[in-house]
């Protein structure tokens, strides 16, 4: 039972150079996340995508683009790393979308460092 | 805007003490709230989900309570075991949006 599945799981970069995170859900589920995660920031929300097709811009999109490919996946890129990217991201799905999305779960995080 | 406070950052009890975690927020407005878990290293997992019109959740030995008109839930975990250790989070879902706000977590030490 798979449920959310992101890679890589572990990223260096040197500042300038692109990347694309991968995230694959096998729940069926209709909404799908990006987050970081920041020591003393909490989870920030990326973008988020109620079906295929679309995307909503989050708390912080900027230096960043996404793209769901398919119910099932949700790539987030980073077109020119800078170190302030430097972070955990999660991929996360729920069931249902807009205001009634149900629980989030969460897939196993890609730890990226931004040299 | 909505803030979500989660007061200790961190907590250290011994095994087998029952413990309640707190989770705080500014806006009474929201639609439900959930409980994750993060183990070091890993992902959150959900724990319990509770909707606006519900005043608690039960799974297992773990216990969560919302009051919205006072802006508070409580996550009650009853006999706790070392494996409990983890950080715990909570999170806010507005009424109007599928945003969710995340406190910054408990930090949970349960000693042998």
């Known amino acids: 039972n798979a449920g959310v599945t992101q890679t890589p799981k572990f990223q260096v970069l040197k500042t300038g150079q692109s990347m694309t995170l991968q995230c694959a859900q096998d729940m069926n589920h209709n909404s799908m996340y990006w987050y970081r995660q920041d020591p003393g920031m909490g989870l920030r929300l990326i973008y988020y995508?109620?079906?295929?097709?679309?995307?909503d811009k989050g708390e912080v999109p900027n230096g960043y683009n996404v793209s769901r490919l398919n119910k099932r996946e949700f790539s987030l890129r980073l077109e020119s790393a800078a170190p302030s990217q430097t972070s955990v991201y999660f991929c996360?799905?729920?069931?249902?979308?807009?205001?009634?999305?149900?629980?989030?779960?969460f897939g196993e995080g890609s730890r990226l460092t931004v040299l | 805007k909505q803030e979500v406070t989660q007061i200790p950052a961190a907590l250290s009890v011994p095994e087998g003490e029952n413990l309640v975690l707190n989770c705080s927020f500014t806006?009474?407005?929201?639609?439900?709230l959930q409980w994750f878990r993060q183990d070091p290293g890993k992902g959150l997992t959900s724990l319990l989900l509770?909707?606006?019109?519900?005043r608690e959740q039960t799974s297992g030995r773990l216990n969560a309570s919302l009051d919205k008109s006072s802006g508070r839930s409580t996550l009650y975990i009853a006999a706790s075991q070392p494996g409990d250790s983890a950080t715990y989070l909570c999170a806010v879902k507005a009424d109007s949006s599928y945003k969710l706000i995340f406190g910054s977590g408990t930090r949970l030490l349960v000693r042998p």
């Open positions: 509770i909707q606006s019109s519900q």
């Open positions: 996360a799905s729920s069931r249902g979308a807009g205001v009634d999305t149900g629980e989030l779960f």
């Open positions: 806006d009474s407005a929201i639609y439900n």
């Open positions: 995508s109620a079906s295929e097709g679309t995307t």
